[in-house]
Each structure stands twice: as C-alpha cells, then as structure tokens.
C-alpha cells in the first residue's frame, strides 16, 4: 500500500492552545482518511477528504488535502483533555495504510 | 455508525496453543475485511485482507500458515493465531466495509488484546 510520512509523532499541548500534524506521501494519493484512538480504545473514522486543495472542519478540528494531493494536515485549535489520543492519517487504496500516528497528550 | 463486534477483547494463552478471533459485522454486509496488528506505542500495521468466499491476502513477511484468516460469510471472519509464542502478544484488531460503500469509513472491532505466555 501507498506509505505515508506523519509527523510529530508525540505532541504534547497545554489545555486551550493549537497544534497542528502533517500527513505527507511521496506520490499522489486517491483520498485521505483520519482516525482517532484513543488510549486503549480502537480507531474511530474522522473525516475523508478527496478533493485537491479541501478543507473541511469539525468543530475545532480542521483538515486539509494539498493542493498536489500528496499531503494532509489536522488542526486542533483550543485543545482540551477529551482530544487526547493518537491521530492517524491513513490512505484509502482498497485497502487502509496506516500513517505513524501522533500522539497527543494534554497538561491542564 | 455501523458496528463491528471483535471476540474475545482479551485472551491469555499458553505457549504452543492457538487462539481463535471473531469479527463480525452487525448491522452490515461486509465483503472484505482487515486485520491488523498493534505493538504498544505503534501503528496498525495490516495483516491481511479478507475476502468473502475466498482465501485471504497477506502482507509481506506475515505468514499465511501461522495466521490462518476464515471469512466464511458476509458478516464473520476469524483470525486464528496457531502455535501461539510470546512474540505473538500483540493488540489485534479488524475493521470491516460496507460491501456497497467501498470508498467510505471502516468500521474497527474493538480489538483483541493476546498475551502469551
């Protein structure tokens, strides 16, 4: 399946700031999905997105395919201890590719 | 959202034994269906794709052998882990599509963790 870079691997926020993680793939991709676990917990589906250049937000999560689509990023504005969790961006050729993953830790 | 339901969620075995997992699809006609496996502090990493009705697709470097995957309907498949080690103990979980959706979310179990012992 198609590889796909993710970075930070570990981000650590204080409670109420923003945080940003980076999807990047090395050829271009049919469409991005990302899913949540959360610790001990199994991944839950985000959001996909397909479209060159789209953006799409749930509440204070905001997603973004490249214009080249071959990178994708999740911002997390005003985090709070339930968005702690590990965020994988996974690619959707049939079958699903797992990113590294960030996980995310919150200090109140 | 559609349920996957992954049996047992926790198992301890004995070294040389073998260990049965479910999957199945509840509310769903599910096609294909993945399994992978979890290291703690790691990514999923698939295992194989399970295909109704016929023999499973590996990924490099997992044996078929060792890994015996049984999709025998559109709603159950099973992932036997045979002559269980130590280095077996992982987080095993699969996920499941909608069989007319191929293109959308998949729907996870909610794993299995195996310690061997």
């Known amino acids: 399946g198609q590889q796909v870079m993710q970075i930070p691997q570990y981000q650590h926020v204080q409670e109420g700031e923003d945080f940003t993680t980076y999807c990047n793939s090395s050829?271009?991709?049919?469409?991005i999905q990302w899913y949540k676990q959360r610790p001990g917990g199994h991944p839950v589906f985000l959001i996909q997105?397909?479209?060159?250049?789209e953006v799409k937000k749930q509440k204070r999560l905001t997603f973004q395919f490249g214009e080249a689509k071959k990178n994708s990023s999740l911002h997390i504005t005003a985090t709070q201890t339930t968005d702690v969790g590990t965020y994988f961006c996974?690619?959707?050729?049939?079958?699903?590719?797992f990113g590294a993953g960030t996980t995310v830790t919150v200090r109140a | 959202g559609a349920v996957v339901s992954q049996h047992p969620s926790r198992v301890i075995c004995k070294s040389g034994t073998s260990v049965k997992i479910e999957c199945r699809s509840l509310?769903?006609?599910?096609?294909?269906m993945f399994w992978y496996r979890q290291f703690p502090k790691q990514s999923l990493m698939l295992m194989a794709t399970?295909?109704?009705?016929?023999?499973?697709?590996?990924e490099q470097g997992v044996e078929k052998d060792k890994f015996l995957i049984n999709h025998a309907s559109l709603t159950l498949s099973t992932l036997t882990v045979t002559s269980a080690h130590p280095e077996d103990s992982s987080f095993y979980i699969c996920?499941?599509?909608?069989?007319?959706?191929?293109?959308?979310?998949?729907?996870f179990g909610q794993g299995t963790r195996l310690t061997v012992v």
């Open positions: 996920s499941a599509r909608d069989r007319v959706q191929t293109n959308t979310e998949a729907f």
């Open positions: 050829t271009t991709l049919s469409n």
């Open positions: 997105l397909v479209k060159s250049g």
């Open positions: 996974v690619t959707n050729d049939y079958k699903l590719s």
């Open positions: 509310d769903f006609q599910a096609t294909t």
């Open positions: 399970s295909n109704e009705g016929s023999k499973a697709t590996y």
